[in-house]
């Protein structure tokens, strides 16, 4: 069976051809496609079904970052329930009762609770009143998310490690934030490379534009990362 690397391709656009091509063309080298509020506000559930369609072996992320009142947030996962996402992201910070909400909306799907957004700085953090260890904050949101019922975790590649010692084995870290040696850091902060991820504890990566606007095309970018993340000896066949 050929190699499909833990990577979660992010699929950063509004246009839905453009995505379903895009997914279509690294399917052989990655195990999930995510897309974020841009492109679901823009498509909704067609956009979704078209790009399951054009990568039928891949899970589906949909990136919603949920965040509010419990009842609320209820109503959006009961919302998107048709679509049977395989995850479906909360903010961490919402707390316990908001994210146990949502867990009981879908109990088929794996609540992903987003911590320390990867675009904030040590320094930014601080100035949210959140103290100046961006580590700290994940792990006390983290724990309380697991506690909630929530199966994976965001996290950037600065704080896995932590999470992987001190989380259940069985919760799934997700770390976007990763960028490939050479790549541009784009809007994110707190950075590593895929296999440094990976060795840290991460279960998945996520990466988007180094794949999606690679010099040598989505299906040969895809390729090169998966390569190097299986000659690291990290990841699965499937």
């Given at each position: 069976?050929?190699?499909?690397?833990?990577?979660?391709?992010?699929?950063?656009?509004?246009?839905?051809?453009?995505?379903?091509?895009?997914?279509q063309?690294?399917?052989?080298?990655?195990?999930?496609?995510?897309?974020?509020?841009?492109?679901?506000?823009?498509?909704?559930?067609?956009?979704?079904?078209?790009?399951?369609?054009?990568?039928?072996?891949?899970?589906?992320?949909?990136?919603?970052?949920?965040?509010?009142?419990?009842?609320?947030?209820?109503?959006?996962?009961?919302?998107?329930?048709?679509?049977?996402?395989?995850?479906l992201?909360?903010?961490?910070?919402?707390?316990?009762?908001?994210?146990?909400?949502?867990?009981?909306?879908?109990?088929?799907?794996?609540?992903?609770?987003?911590?320390?957004?990867?675009?904030?700085?040590?320094?930014?953090?601080?100035?949210?009143?959140?103290?100046?260890?961006?580590?700290?904050?994940?792990l006390?949101?983290a724990?309380?998310?697991?506690?909630a019922?929530?199966?994976?975790?965001?996290?950037?590649?600065?704080?896995?490690?932590?999470?992987?010692?001190?989380?259940?084995?069985?919760?799934?870290?997700?770390?976007?934030?990763?960028?490939?040696?050479?790549?541009?850091?784009?809007?994110?902060?707190?950075?590593?490379?895929?296999?440094?991820a990976?060795?840290?504890?991460?279960?998945?990566?996520?990466?988007?534009?180094?794949?999606?606007?690679?010099?040598?095309?989505?299906?040969?970018?895809?390729?090169?990362?998966?390569?190097?993340?299986?000659?690291?000896?990290?990841?699965?066949?499937?």
């Amino acid at each position: 069976m050929s190699y499909k690397a833990p990577i979660v391709l992010a699929l950063d656009t509004t246009d839905q051809k453009t995505a379903c091509d895009w997914a279509q063309q690294a399917q052989d080298s990655i195990q999930v496609a995510k897309v974020g509020l841009e492109f679901f506000l823009s498509n909704g559930s067609n956009g979704v079904a078209a790009i399951r369609k054009a990568a039928p072996t891949l899970e589906f992320f949909l990136d919603l970052k949920l965040h509010d009142i419990p009842n609320t947030v209820k109503g959006a996962a009961l919302a998107v329930e048709d679509l049977k996402p395989d995850f479906l992201t909360v903010h961490a910070s919402g707390g316990f009762e908001m994210i146990a909400a949502a867990v009981k909306a879908l109990p088929n799907c794996q609540i992903t609770a987003v911590t320390v957004l990867t675009s904030i700085s040590a320094e930014q953090l601080a100035k949210l009143g959140l103290g100046i260890d961006p580590s700290a904050v994940s792990l006390a949101w983290a724990t309380q998310a697991v506690d909630a019922g929530a199966k994976a975790i965001v996290t950037s590649p600065q704080e896995v490690a932590n999470l992987r010692k001190n989380l259940p084995a069985h919760i799934k870290l997700i770390t976007p934030g990763v960028r490939p040696i050479g790549s541009e850091m784009g809007d994110q902060v707190r950075v590593a490379t895929p296999v440094e991820a990976l060795q840290r504890g991460a279960d998945l990566v996520v990466i988007g534009r180094p794949i999606t606007a690679g010099q040598n095309g989505t299906s040969s970018s895809a390729a090169a990362i998966a390569k190097e993340i299986q000659d690291a000896g990290i990841g699965n066949s499937r």
